[in-house]
C-alpha cells in the first residue's frame, strides 16, 4: 500500500526536487516535507491541493492514499 508520504516522496524525487524546494513552494519547513514524507504528519488539506499543484498530480491521488490508510 503506497502512503501519502511515500507518493509525496516518489512524485518529488521524479521531478529531481529537493525537499528544501518543495517546501519552499509550498510555503512550509524542511522539517515539515520530511514528516510527511516519513508519516509522522499528514498535510492539511489545504497543503495537499499544494502538493498536488507543485507535483503535477492529481488531488484525488493523495487523498485515496489517505482514504486507505483509515479503512
Known sequence: MNTIGSTIKNYREHLKMTKEELAQKIRVG???IENYESGEQIPSTQTLLKLSTVL???AS??????LDQHI
Not at 491521488?61 to 489517505?66: G, K, V
Request: aromatic share 0%; proline share 8%; glycine share 0%.
Open 61 to 66: 491521488e493523495l487523498l485515496l492514499d489517505q
Open 56 to 58: 503535477d498530480i492529481p
Open 30 to 32: 524542511v522539517q515539515t
